[in-house]
């Protein structure tokens, strides 16, 4: 206490004051580590979920985009696939008396008519299909069922020639031997309508032209006399010899030889396309529907007039280029 006497009282309060100083420093100090303590905590936390939030969720979030997730309408396409696939060679439908079965036989004109591109992918196909459905009133699923099928022959078959006008003499020109499949057929079985083989020479002119037939062609640039493929089986056939005809294949069949042929009218062809010339056969008409000549006509034979008779790969009629086209 005396020590406190003999210090000056000025000294004493800066010494009083320093050392409250020191005392609040202190306090302060603690108070805010002892903040940081607890409040670091509870914010790493909390940006710690917001990181495991946006991991997760794209966790989440990459599966979906990497499993490729398709719309309702590729859904559907990928079905009809598997439909068309079974129905090719299934479906079961009536034609010329006759149960048939599957519509593989004529895949290049079911192409041609919806606008399906021949080395497309089977969904491509069943797309095509669709948008062909869609137009016509049908249900647009993609698959060639039988309704879908029953409609296609209908425009197949609308397609052909109209009415069966007998041809005078006069109407009729003679086809040189060299045109002929078969070089020893007579004469009197080789007619056709004028027009009609005049559109003919101008088409197969154009297909000997086309390096990827791979046709033989002679100087003068029509098929090689050797050449089988293109030329005419047979043209103009009389009501009588159609008569003789069926006689001689009493099981043919309505589809196989018509009563009221178009042959009777000049304008119908039957081209050589490979196999047997004119053979109704499945497996015949499975390997004509396959060769190149086949496949040219089907792309090109409208430029000239012709429409296929779609159950006989070989059959052709002439039409008209307005109206082919």
Same mark, same amino acid.
């Given at each position: 206490?005396?020590?406190?006497k #003999?210090?000056p009282?000025?000294i $004493?309060?800066? $010494?009083v004051c320093a050392?409250?100083?020191v005392?609040?420093?202190s306090?302060?100090a603690?108070?805010?580590s002892q903040t940081r ?10 940006? #710690?979920?917001?990181t495991?939030?946006v ?5 989440e ?5 990497s499993a490729g997730l ?11 696939v598997i ?5 090719r ?7 010329g008396?006759?149960l048939?079965r599957g519509w ?7 192409g041609d ?16 299909? #669709?948008?062909?459905?869609?137009k016509?009133g049908?249900?647009p699923?993609?698959v ?5 099928w ?8 609308s ?11 006069n109407d009729l020109?003679t ?11 007579p004469?009197a079985l080789r007619?056709?309508e004028?027009?009609?083989?005049v559109?003919y ?7 000997a032209?086309d ?12 098929l090689?006399?050797d050449?089988?493929? $293109?030329?005419?089986v047979?043209?103009?056939r009389?009501?009588e ?8 294949s009493p ?6 030889l ?6 009777f009218?000049g304008?119908a062809?039957?081209l ?6 004119v053979?109704?056969k499945?497996?015949?008409r ?6 190149a000549?086949?496949r ?14 779609f159950?006989?790969p070989?059959?052709?009629e002439?039409v008209?280029? #307005?109206?082919?086209?």
């Amino acid at each position: 206490m005396s020590l406190l006497k #003999s210090i000056p009282l000025r000294i $004493l309060f800066f $010494l009083v004051c320093a050392l409250l100083i020191v005392v609040l420093k202190s306090n302060g100090a603690g108070s805010r580590s002892q903040t940081r303590k607890e409040r670091t905590p509870a914010s790493d936390r909390a940006q #710690s979920e917001n990181t495991s939030n946006v991991v997760r969720l794209s966790a989440e979030a990459k599966p979906t985009a990497s499993a490729g997730l398709k719309s309702p309408d590729n859904a559907v396409f990928d079905a009809a696939v598997i439909s068309n696939t079974q129905l090719r060679n299934s479906l079961e439908w009536n034609f010329g008396g006759k149960l048939q079965r599957g519509w593989n036989l004529y895949t290049l004109l079911i192409g041609d008519l919806i606008g399906a591109n021949l080395g497309g992918t089977p969904e491509e196909f069943a797309s095509q299909l #669709s948008l062909w459905q869609r137009k016509t009133g049908i249900e647009p699923t993609g698959v060639l069922d039988r309704d879908t099928w029953s409609q296609m022959i209908g425009v197949f078959q609308s397609r052909r020639m109209n009415g069966r006008t007998y041809p005078t003499p006069n109407d009729l020109v003679t086809i040189p031997v060299t045109d002929c499949y078969d070089p020893t057929r007579p004469e009197a079985l080789r007619s056709a309508e004028r027009q009609t083989f005049v559109a003919y020479k101008r088409m197969v002119g154009a297909a000997a032209a086309d390096s990827t037939v791979g046709l033989r062609v002679g100087p003068d640039g029509q098929l090689d006399p050797d050449e089988k493929f $293109l030329k005419v089986v047979s043209a103009f056939r009389s009501r009588e010899h159609q008569e003789l005809l069926r006689k001689q294949s009493p099981n043919s069949g309505r589809a196989g030889l018509a009563v009221n042929s178009p042959h009777f009218t000049g304008r119908a062809l039957d081209l050589y396309v490979g196999g047997e010339p004119v053979s109704t056969k499945d497996d015949n008409r499975a390997i004509q529907t396959q060769t190149a000549a086949y496949r040219w006509l089907v792309k090109n034979a409208a430029r000239f007039g012709f429409r296929p008779y779609f159950y006989e790969p070989w059959h052709w009629e002439y039409v008209g280029t #307005s109206t082919a086209q």
